[in-house]
């Protein structure tokens, strides 16, 4: 078996961003420091995979340069999601940063190993990571026994042993020459504090971790899709157990059943059954329940269609005519259902809408808003596979897609400011406001309202003792742990340490 060549392109630019990353990342706060990283890792992936090129192994390159578009495209949005981290202070949007980050890169890193974007179905695209991941270490693994063959030839002894004599030469006298600097005593003295504590260590794993994935990736862009490209569609035929006449029973028998459910239940799915006396149920329960209900509902409902079509047998030709014409009877109801799915998320969006206005706004119920909007989107799309054929993996591609665009939004957009807003301005009209969760439930996104606009709460802060109780913890600096380093700058950050620097001038004597 031929060995793979050694690619000098993924060795430098690995180790170059991986000590890029060590530097920015290690022991950081989210902040400028992610986008940089990404930029510098996408660099790296573009840059290796156009010195791809121009080298002789090139087994799938016409594979790759196919997807060239789609991983363009995933690899700006997984910028744009690195950007989100120097923008947004939510802690739970930088968690899902960093996770669709390398969710996309995982796939990128596949498509350039000649991976067919049909194979990234459900389980495909779910797994992404780990398939990545595992081919990276494989492409590592060629990397590191082809750089033993080079250490492994004549003309490398020299260069070797050289290295070997100019180690500890060149560390004696830097020992000798560090008791006459004081810049050269300061590096031997923490180097030697850093050994005795072994506080590199940790540091030293980071940049070993990320360099090893960079390698793996960036040896993947080099050479350039040596996996066959097989539509696994082409090559497994389709062994569904279930007719047209059967798929059109189930999916009749369930737009019926909605029918019935929407037709007599229209008071209680755009009502408000806690306000009629004698349902037994409070308001807060009826829109918490019938949002369960009616979401879990229309997700059903899709699952349904596409189960339906996953299982379904083709008819043959002697029933081709028949055939046709149940198959489009199947494709109008599934288009039926799916209608039917997304009322049920309008309704149910119309109850947590309702339960804000009665009770407030809160980062949850955004959220519930947030994901109803993507299930909407995601409909949408499955009504159009249903009109064009459905294809079950292209259609779980675009609803990735959706999910992270929903986080770019979140991220860019400030909605924990926004919930502080239309909290105020709900409280201006009711009276009514939840003065700790404004403080403590949200997070440094909303602290330059929140402050803004707290003259308008002295009614409701009950005097200076409570204004003071209130206000300690926005201003406490060990709440948002800022970082000290440029980095770690973020934009948010810096406009509530501005808004809380404001409020001390203004309310401390």
Known sequence: MRCAPIYPAPWLASAIVAALGTWVLFAAQPGLNWLVWTVAGVAALV????TSRGHPDRTGLAVAANHRPTRLALLLLAMALAGGAAVTTNMFIDLLIPINVGWLVATVTLLNDGVPTASLGPSGLLLAPVHAGFRALGACAEQFAAAAGLVRAERSVPILRGGALAVPVVAVFFLLLSAADPTLASWRDAAWQALRALAFLPRTVFFVVL???GLGVNAIAVRQG?????????AVARRGRLTSVERLIVLGAVVALFALFLGLQVSYLFGNPGAQAGSGVTYAAAVHRG?????VAATLCAWLVLALDTYSRRIGSAAHHEGEMHESQVKATALVLVGEAGLLLVSAYYRVAAYEAAYGYTLERLYVQVYTVAVGVGLLLLAREIWSGIEVGRLIRRLSIVGALCVVGLAYWNHEAWIARQNIERYRHTGSIDLDYLVS????????EVLQSWPQLAGKAAGEARDGQILSPLA???RRRYGSHWYE????RAAADAAVQTARAIRVP
Do not use: Y
Request: glycine share 12%.
């Open 476 to 478: 406490n600096p060990a």
């Open 441 to 448: 439930g949200l997070g440094d996104d909303a602290l330059p």
């Open 226 to 234: 040596s996996a066959q490209s097989v539509d696994s569609r082409s």
């Open 211 to 213: 360099a090893l994935g």
């Open 47 to 50: 840059w290796s995979e156009r």
């Open 291 to 295: 949002f369960g209900e009616l979401t």
């Open 489 to 492: 700058w973020n934009l948010r």
